[in-house]
């Protein structure tokens, strides 16, 4: 990911009164340093994911042996891999967000909407983690197991769980920092910021 543009993501004006909103700010840019090496990690066993699975598509097909066990990797795996992805989306900005609505309202009005939205996210955020979290536990105390290969499946659903619940301060962080633009009036955050960044750049340049 480009720093530079995750920067202006996360930026905010600075103002004598914007303290709290620009240590929100620095400590999202912070954990978005940290949370693109878990992301790197999560693609690159989507990446091994990715060829096991071909490799087992032309095993069928031409050798009639598909690899044993892939299923089961494939099963365990996964969660965790999706779940990598999502602190960097949150800290990066990446989820989708409509600001139609906020737009059309005065800077607090739609500071006021954003604000709104993002305590909605914390709570879906909450809620799928405690899920997550309480299926986890369930399948360690049945000590579920995988179909072929017999392996635990707890330990990575566990993973899945962590990953899912370091989205909660990220995203109390991202709330902390709506809360200091709305009282400070700031106009709402672009909704392509990455095109914005290449604009300045480009500004630069020349």
């Known amino acids: 990911m480009n720093r530079g543009r995750a920067a202006q993501c996360v930026a905010l004006p600075i103002s004598s009164h914007g303290d709290v909103g620009m240590s929100a700010s620095s400590l999202i840019l912070r954990l978005l340093k940290q949370s693109e090496g878990v ?46 992805c999502f602190p960097v989306a949150l800290a990066a900005r990446q989820n989708i967000t409509i600001r139609f609505l906020g737009r059309a ?29 309480d299926y986890a536990y369930d399948i360690f105390r049945n000590d579920q197991v995988t179909w072929l290969l017999h392996l635990p ?34 106009p709402l955050m672009s909704d392509h910021p990455e095109f914005d960044g290449d604009v300045e750049t480009t500004k630069n340049v020349q």
Do not use: H, K
């Open 39 to 84: 992301a790197a990690v999560g693609l690159l066993g989507l990446l091994a994911l990715s060829v096991a699975t071909f490799a087992d598509v032309i095993m069928r097909g031409v050798f009639n042996e598909p690899i044993y066990g892939l299923s089961d990797l494939v099963e365990i795996v996964t969660p965790p891999i999706v779940a990598s």
């Open 153 to 186: 499946a707890w330990p990575t659903w566990f993973l899945t769980t962590l990953l899912l619940a370091l989205c909660v301060p990220m995203q109390c962080l991202i709330l902390a920092e709506n809360v200091q633009n709305l009282r400070l009036g700031n």
């Open 105 to 133: 309202l005065p800077p607090r009005g739609g500071q006021a909407i954003e604000l709104f939205g993002q305590i909605i996210v914390l709570l879906v955020l909450i809620g799928i983690t405690w899920r997550v979290g």
